[in-house]
Structures are given as structure tokens and as C-alpha cells.
């Protein structure tokens, strides 16, 4: 008798910076099969203002943002949590990556998103994809504020769904 097949999981965002990173951790944590993503056409993240973000290209690496904003303002973005959250990111995973441009990662038995507009853009994807192995996935949206707080009661809450 073989061993169930363990589910692959994907936890997707706008930036690949927060909520699935989050969730990312605390699943990779748990001994899950996960990856994690962003829907973006940049990562984006706050600025000394709300007109004056970072910005990132999808796969510059953690370490290198992480560097930039140290250089920039290291206690706005200690105070603010962004140097906090990239350690987190450094420490499972080198970059952010896009959704859009994941195929070559397979397939996924479960999709979790953070926000509905990123749900929406995951299902046009998938539509949108060439379907070679008419295999089903699950894909659930879970509206989770962007901020510290949220995406760790997200991440949990995405724990307890995956073990069910």
C-alpha cells in the first residue's frame, strides 16, 4: 500500500511580501509542501509617504531590499516593521516571485489568496493557462487586512485550513 500523496499548497498576494509570506513561514513550519507568490506587476512597499513607495522588481532578492531600505531610513522601517518582515522573508525564501510567471513550479492542490483582487487575477490566470493535465485545484480566498497583525492570524488560520 503506497503513502498518500501529500497536497502542494500556493499562499498568493499582491507584493509576495506579507500575507503569503507569512503564511509561507508558519506552513513551511508545519512541514507543508508550500510556495508563495504575488499578483503584482511590481512589489510595492511603503515610502516615507503614501506617495513615495518602494518599489521592486519580482525577484530582487530579500536580502537586496532589505539592504536598501537599511540604507535608506533604518528607523522608519524597523518602526514601521518592514525590516523585521524581510529577516522573516530572508529566512524562507530568496525573492518574491509572480504568480503569472510560476507554471514551471507544477501543479498545486490548493490556492490560498489574501484578497479578493488577487483571487480574481489567480482564477483569470488559471483560465487563461494551457491545460495539459486536467488536474482540479482548490482556490480560496481569505480577505486579510495588509498589515503585521492580520497576516498572522491569516497565516494561522490558512495552517488550519490546509490541515483539514
Not at 536598501?68 to 518582515?85: I, T, V
Not at 492542490?109 to 493535465?133: A, G, K
Amino acid at each position: 500500500m503506497t503513502a498518500p500523496r501529500r497536497w502542494r499548497f500556493a499562499m498568493v498576494c499582491s507584493s509576495n511580501m506579507n500575507r503569503s509570506m507569512e503564511a509561507h513561514a508558519v506552513l513551511g513550519r508545519a512541514a507543508l509542501d508550500v510556495e508563495s507568490y504575488g499578483t503584482g506587476s511590481q512589489v510595492k512597499l511603503p515610502g516615507p509617504s503614501m506617495h513615495e513607495p518602494n518599489v521592486y522588481d519580482f525577484g530582487t532578492p530579500y536580502g537586496g531590499i532589505y539592504d536598501d531600505l537599511r540604507r535608506k531610513d533604518p528607523d522608519l522601517y524597523k518602526r514601521n516593521g518592514l525590516l523585521p518582515m524581510l529577516k522573516r522573508n530572508i529566512s524562507v525564501k530568496l525573492a518574491p516571485q509572480r504568480w503569472q510567471d510560476n507554471a514551471g513550479d507544477g501543479v498545486f492542490d490548493m490556492i490560498l489568496t489574501f484578497e479578493e483582487r488577487v483571487f480574481d487575477l489567480v482564477v483569470e490566470d488559471m483560465n487563461n493557462r494551457e491545460q495539459r493535465l486536467l488536474k482540479s485545484v482548490l482556490i480560496i480566498n481569505m480577505d486579510v487586512k495588509d498589515n503585521h497583525e492580520e497576516a498572522a492570524i491569516g497565516a494561522k488560520l490558512a495552517l488550519d485550513l490546509c490541515h483539514k
